[in-house]
Every structure is written in structure tokens, then in C-alpha cells.
């Protein structure tokens, strides 16, 4: 399927690259002890340092850095031994300090590679140009007076990743498919919590148009992106923008810009700096910071299993649609989930109950997969009982709205209500033979030839046997007595 835009004068090609800042999963800052909580009351979690005070010098948080190390081999990327901490020169309310320490030319993460799942079933590789540990600022609120400004320096000094990805990226689409990805790899690792509504994940994204082949075109870099929705939203925006000024004769100006979530549209905020205006030095306060390589194979020797290598066994070992297999995966807790309902079973049986039962259930009544009232173990044993025979999947899906409800186990519901399901032969012949001497004109009908009629008997003995009935003996005790 083809990402090119059409525009008036002929199609045109988007490119994009994607800035996330990831704040990192640590009790402490980056270079203070303060505590990181969400949510405090504005100004608890400050440290000396943190508020800039003269004579406080950093102490780089090692927690901090075996997170970024984590997160750079979550993302096949190559881990540097030695890097160093760099003055990011810039004046803002929100950061005392008049200089932001970050990693500028040697980060801690070098290139990498990030797998997106497709809406057709298919993947693309996205490259990851660097990643570098950096303090995020404070915050100035202008809506609590009406003449005065206030800073809150809770987030002042906090840990953030900043991702570059490459401009790899060919649609809106797309960029969402990256970011809900690497939330998804953050959260397996344990490095970030991925929660865009907290702040805790924000995207910048770079955006130019160009036609077919052509050189790249003049980018745009709209900030501080919270939702996926928002992502989509501004970069649709931009690139409507950006091809109807071009196409007008306009040329693209290389600048940052807001989105504003009432309208759907961005705006200019400032000319883009280039790195010289932020006058970059190694930050004197901290020593380059050298880690060892036994540091880091031990790191990688404790990650968990990701994402892609999951959903690889599940379609290669399981069977499983590469669309299962990716609603499956795309979180931790649904694929530990998945693992312990499934495990000893039907595993293709236990992904269709989890995927359309299970979440439309939960989404239905508001619920996540934590606050489930059926457990793994509890699915597991309504999917032994379908395996079985005991019940029909018909009757399977009645208990299963009893167990969202009441919490209780599958076969507990079908001893209290008597669902077992009906194999005798004998009694499903007696139901058969009733229903064909109370419609004796339609059996004339089917015998004349008109088949579709088949269909009718069959429903008609499901409903006399309250849908308990085996449908399989139903079907091919049906027919003998029909044809015979």
C-alpha cells in the first residue's frame, strides 16, 4: 500500500523522524537523591541541587544510567563504554541552573533498530540514531494568579531518554505504530512507566515533504506530542500544511511549532536553534562517564523476553496470526496473561477467547486486564471445558458472561445450571424425531430438494435442547435421518 499524499500538482512523499523523551524508572533524579514521585504538591521533591543552589555540585545516579543501557540493548543498539555529559546553554523560567546537562556529541546509545507491526500483517525496521540521558526542566504554571507566574520544580533534574529515531518514518500512521511500539519494549524492560497522560512520554516530531525520490525537504519540528492521537493529529496537520504552501509557491520555513489540541492545527512558536546557538561544552562539574563491558553483559544476561521474540514464537509455535500475536505482545501483562491461560491447552482456542471475549468484555465494562474478573486460570478452564466436549461454544459464551459477572469458575457455573452438554445419541435422536414430526411439510420440502432447509433443522433441535445439544452429533445425526 502506498504512503504517498496527493496533492494538486502530483503525489508527494512524507518524511518523518520521531524525538521521544521517555522519562527513566528511578526513585531518584539524575543527579540529586529528590524523589521522582508523580503528583507531589508542587516544589516537595526539590534538592539543592535541583534548585540550582551556588556551591551544589551533581553526583551522576547509577540507577539512572544501567536504565539507559537497559533500554539501548531493548532496542539492538549499540552501547557506548564512554560518554559524556555536555551544558545545553539556554535561559527559561523553569531551569535555574540557566543550562540543561545532556549528552550531545558522545551519548550513551548509539544506532539501533526498532521493529513496527502494520495494519496488513506486515513489519518495517525503523532505525534508532542515538540515545542520550538528559535532566528534564521544571515547570511554570501561568494559570494560578492573574498576574503572576509560579514554577514548580518537581521535574526539575529528572531522568529522561531522549530516542532519535531515523527518518524512516512514511506516514501518521506509522509514527503512532513507533511510539506504541517503543512504549511497549520501555515497559518490558521496566525502564519507563509509557504513561503519555503523566508526561512521562512526550514526542517531538520532524516533519518535511518531498517529491518521490527527491531530496529532503525543509522540516518542521512540532513539540511536546502526549497521546497517540495527538502525534497523528499534528503530523496529518503539518504535512497538509507544508504541501499546500509549497504548492502555492511558498517555501517551508525550518522552525518548532505547538500543537493546539482544540483545534487540530499547529502554530509557530520560535525559529529552530541549531546546536551552535545552545553553545555546547562538556559539563566541568562531571567526569566522562566510563562504564565496563561486563557491566553490560550482565545487564543484557537479565533482560526479560520481548516483544518481537514473543510474538514470533506465538505465530511460529503456537500458530497464531501475526494479528493475535500482536494484540497479544503489545504489553507485558497481557502476554504473561496470555502465557498462563494457554499453557497445557488449545493455544489458538485461548487467543481467540482472550482477544474478542476477553477485551471486549473488559472494554465493555470499563476494565483492564489487571482488574479482570476472570483470571488466566479461570479462561484457561473454560477453554478445557470447550476442549472437551463438555460444554458447546455456544453454551460457552453464556458462561462466560456469568463468570464476568460473578467471578466464578467455568465448571462450577455449568454444575450449578446443568449446561453440560448434551452427546447421547439417544436423546439427541428423540429431539431430532420431534422436531421432524412437528414439521413435517419442511421435511417434505428438504427431501424435494430444497437443501437450505438443512440449516433450519439443526437450529430447531439446538433450541429444543436449550443449545446444549453436541452440534457435531446434531449434524451428522440430522442428516442420516433426513436423507435416509
Same mark, same amino acid.
Given at each position: 500500500?502506498?504512503?504517498?499524499?496527493?496533492?494538486? =500538482?502530483?503525489?508527494?512523499?512524507?518524511?518523518?523522524?520521531?524525538?521521544?523523551?521517555?522519562?527513566?524508572?528511578?526513585?531518584?533524579?539524575?543527579?540529586?537523591?529528590?524523589?521522582?514521585?508523580?503528583?507531589?504538591? @508542587?516544589?516537595?521533591?526539590?534538592?539543592?541541587?535541583?534548585?540550582?543552589?551556588?556551591?551544589?555540585?551533581?553526583?551522576?545516579?547509577?540507577?539512572?544510567?544501567?536504565?539507559?543501557?537497559?533500554?539501548?540493548?531493548?532496542?539492538?543498539?549499540?552501547?557506548?563504554?564512554?560518554?559524556?555529559?555536555?551544558?545545553?546553554?539556554?535561559?527559561?523560567?523553569?531551569?535555574?541552573?540557566?543550562?540543561?546537562?545532556?549528552?550531545?556529541?558522545?551519548?550513551?546509545?548509539?544506532?539501533?533498530?526498532?521493529?513496527?507491526?502494520?495494519?496488513?500483517? $506486515?513489519?518495517?525496521?525503523?532505525?534508532?540514531?542515538?540515545?542520550?540521558?538528559? *535532566?528534564?526542566?521544571?515547570?511554570?504554571?501561568?494559570?494560578?494568579?492573574?498576574?503572576? $507566574?509560579?514554577?514548580?520544580?518537581?521535574?526539575?533534574?529528572?531522568?529522561?531518554?531522549?530516542?532519535?529515531?531515523? @527518518?524512516?518514518?512514511?506516514?501518521?500512521?506509522?509514527?503512532?505504530?513507533?511510539?506504541?511500539?517503543?512504549?511497549?519494549?520501555?515497559?518490558?524492560?521496566? =525502564?519507563?512507566?509509557?504513561?503519555?497522560?503523566?508526561?512521562?512520554?512526550? /514526542?517531538?516530531?520532524?516533519?518535511?515533504?518531498?517529491?518521490?525520490?527527491?531530496?529532503?525537504?525543509?522540516? =518542521?519540528?512540532?513539540?511536546?506530542?502526549?497521546?497517540?492521537?495527538?502525534?497523528?493529529? /499534528?503530523?496529518?496537520?503539518?504535512?497538509?500544511?507544508?504541501?499546500?504552501?509549497?504548492?502555492?509557491?511558498?517555501?517551508?520555513?525550518?522552525? =518548532?511549532?505547538?500543537?493546539?489540541?482544540?483545534?487540530?492545527?499547529?502554530?509557530?512558536?520560535?525559529?529552530?536553534?541549531?546546536?551552535?546557538?545552545?553553545?555546547?561544552?562538556?559539563? @566541568?562539574?562531571?567526569?566522562?562517564?566510563?562504564?565496563?563491558?561486563?557491566?553490560?553483559?550482565?545487564?543484557?544476561?537479565?533482560?526479560?523476553?520481548?516483544?518481537?521474540?514473543?510474538?514470533?514464537?506465538?505465530?511460529?509455535?503456537?500458530?497464531? $496470526?501475526?494479528?493475535?500475536?500482536?494484540?497479544?505482545?503489545?504489553?507485558?501483562?497481557?502476554?504473561?496473561?496470555?502465557?498462563?491461560?494457554?499453557?497445557?491447552?488449545?493455544?489458538?482456542?485461548?487467543?481467540?477467547?482472550?482477544?474478542?471475549?476477553?477485551?471486549?468484555?473488559?472494554?465493555?465494562?470499563?476494565?483492564?486486564?489487571?482488574?479482570?474478573?476472570?483470571?488466566?486460570?479461570?479462561?484457561?478452564?473454560?477453554?478445557?471445558?470447550?476442549?472437551?466436549?463438555?460444554?458447546?461454544?455456544?453454551?460457552?459464551?453464556?458462561?462466560?458472561?456469568?463468570?464476568?459477572?460473578?467471578?466464578?469458575?467455568?465448571?462450577?457455573?455449568?454444575?450449578?445450571?446443568?449446561?453440560?452438554?448434551?452427546?447421547?445419541?439417544?436423546?439427541?435422536?428423540?429431539?431430532?424425531?420431534?422436531?421432524?414430526?412437528?414439521?413435517?411439510?419442511?421435511?417434505?420440502?428438504?427431501?424435494?430438494?430444497?437443501?437450505?432447509?438443512?440449516?433450519?433443522?439443526?437450529? *430447531?433441535?439446538?433450541?429444543?435442547?436449550?443449545?446444549?445439544?453436541?452440534?457435531?452429533?446434531?449434524?451428522?445425526?440430522?442428516?442420516?435421518?433426513?436423507?435416509?
Amino acid at each position: 500500500m502506498s504512503d504517498l499524499v496527493a496533492g494538486r =500538482t502530483g503525489d508527494w512523499e512524507v518524511v518523518i523522524g520521531l524525538e521521544v523523551h521517555a522519562q527513566v524508572s528511578s526513585s531518584a533524579k539524575l543527579f540529586s537523591g529528590a524523589p521522582t514521585k508523580f503528583g507531589a504538591e @508542587p516544589n516537595q521533591n526539590v534538592s539543592l541541587v535541583d534548585a540550582a543552589m551556588p556551591g551544589m555540585l551533581p553526583v551522576i545516579n547509577s540507577e539512572c544510567v544501567y536504565q539507559a543501557v537497559r533500554t539501548g540493548l531493548g532496542l539492538k543498539a549499540e552501547i557506548n563504554l564512554f560518554s559524556v555529559f555536555d551544558r545545553k546553554n539556554y535561559f527559561y523560567a523553569d531551569l535555574p541552573q540557566g543550562y540543561q546537562i545532556s549528552q550531545f556529541k558522545q551519548p550513551i546509545v548509539g544506532e539501533g533498530i526498532l521493529r513496527i507491526d502494520l495494519a496488513d500483517g $506486515s513489519s518495517k525496521d525503523i532505525g534508532i540514531e542515538r540515545l542520550h540521558l538528559e *535532566q528534564d526542566a521544571g515547570k511554570s504554571m501561568h494559570d494560578q494568579h492573574p498576574s503572576k $507566574s509560579y514554577i514548580d520544580l518537581n521535574r526539575t533534574g529528572v531522568a529522561l531518554m531522549e530516542i532519535v529515531s531515523r @527518518p524512516d518514518i512514511r506516514s501518521a500512521t506509522q509514527a503512532a505504530a513507533y511510539v506504541r511500539k517503543l512504549r511497549s519494549i520501555l515497559r518490558y524492560l521496566g =525502564t519507563c512507566d509509557g504513561n503519555m497522560e503523566e508526561g512521562s512520554m512526550r /514526542a517531538d516530531v520532524n516533519v518535511s515533504v518531498r517529491r518521490p525520490g527527491d531530496e529532503l525537504g525543509t522540516r =518542521t519540528e512540532t513539540k511536546n506530542l502526549n497521546s497517540l492521537r495527538f502525534i497523528q493529529q /499534528a503530523i496529518d496537520y503539518e504535512v497538509a500544511r507544508q504541501i499546500e504552501v509549497i504548492e502555492d509557491g511558498g517555501t517551508i520555513d525550518q522552525e =518548532t511549532r505547538l500543537f493546539d489540541t482544540n483545534t487540530g492545527m499547529t502554530r509557530t512558536m520560535r525559529s529552530k536553534e541549531d546546536a551552535h546557538d545552545y553553545r555546547y561544552f562538556p559539563d @566541568p562539574d562531571l567526569l566522562p562517564l566510563e562504564i565496563t563491558q561486563s557491566d553490560v553483559d550482565k545487564l543484557a544476561a537479565e533482560l526479560p523476553e520481548l516483544p518481537d521474540s514473543i510474538k514470533d514464537r506465538l505465530m511460529n509455535d503456537y500458530g497464531l $496470526s501475526a494479528y493475535d500475536a500482536a494484540v497479544i505482545t503489545e504489553e507485558r501483562e497481557t502476554a504473561a496473561f496470555y502465557e498462563a491461560a494457554s499453557k497445557g491447552r488449545d493455544r489458538k482456542l485461548v487467543a481467540n477467547w482472550m482477544t474478542v471475549e476477553l477485551f471486549g468484555a473488559l472494554n465493555k465494562a470499563g476494565l483492564d486486564l489487571a482488574r479482570s474478573p476472570v483470571s488466566p486460570d479461570a479462561l484457561g478452564g473454560l477453554v478445557d471445558m470447550i476442549s472437551d466436549g463438555t460444554i458447546s461454544g455456544r453454551i460457552a459464551k453464556d458462561v462466560f458472561a456469568d463468570m464476568m459477572l460473578s467471578g466464578k469458575q467455568a465448571a462450577d457455573i455449568v454444575e450449578e445450571k446443568g449446561l453440560k452438554q448434551v452427546s447421547d445419541s439417544g436423546a439427541i435422536e428423540t429431539l431430532i424425531d420431534d422436531v421432524m414430526a412437528a414439521n413435517e411439510d419442511k421435511v417434505a420440502e428438504y427431501r424435494g430438494g430444497k437443501d437450505k432447509l438443512f440449516g433450519f433443522f439443526v437450529g *430447531q433441535v439446538m433450541k429444543q435442547s436449550g443449545g446444549q445439544a453436541n452440534p457435531g452429533m446434531v449434524n451428522q445425526l440430522l442428516r442420516s435421518k433426513l436423507d435416509g
